[in-house]
């Protein structure tokens, strides 16, 4: 057998996203930070430690008929800063680009500081400055270094 015989592989989709060097073992993580739990229909295929010469081993998600938003793609950046995000339509990738850490991420994650006036019954929506350490929330200045996905805000 041939190199090209024993590799898994994995369908093309016709429309959707595929999320690429992701750092191995976080594709959970992204599927936790779109939403994905597997009760929406959405069709999604993950394949996980997949050898890679840039990361050693890398996570691939492909989401079916799904095109993510930007607010989705910065946030994915916190967990996947080497990820490349390509948009197939008709089963071509009509855009690839790699992700960027925004300085800022507003209205997707939730400040575990339960005094903070983002986590009241206020009309204000959450605000983290990007660091290399973690986010840090603008309006208390708590930190979170560990476990993004758990503070992303449900839609």
């Known amino acids: 057998m041939s190199d090209n015989d024993q590799q898994l592989r994995v369908s093309k989709i016709r429309n959707g996203t595929v999320i690429d060097h992701i ?3 976080q594709a959970l993580n992204v599927l936790a930070i779109l939403g994905i739990d597997g009760t929406s229909g959405d069709s999604v295929s993950v394949a996980m430690n ?3 010469d840039r990361l050693g081993h890398k996570d691939v998600v492909k989401v079916e008929g799904r095109e993510l938003s930007q607010d989705e793609v910065d946030v994915l950046s916190l967990i996947a800063p080497a990820a490349t995000i390509n948009i197939i339509r008709d089963y071509d990738v ?3 680009r790699r992700v960027e850490r925004p300085s800022v991420v507003e209205g997707v994650l ?3 500081n339960h005094n903070c006036i983002t986590t009241e019954d206020e009309p204000v929506d959450s605000r983290f400055a990007v660091g ?3 986010v840090r929330c603008e309006y208390c200045d708590t930190i ?7 503070h ?4």
């Open 23 to 25: 750092a191995g073992g």
């Open 94 to 96: 009509v855009e690839k």
């Open 152 to 155: 992303i805000l449900a839609e």
């Open 110 to 112: 939730e400040c575990p």
């Open 132 to 134: 290399d350490d973690g």
């Open 144 to 150: 979170i270094r560990d476990d993004l996905p758990a």
């Open 50 to 52: 997949m050898p890679s």
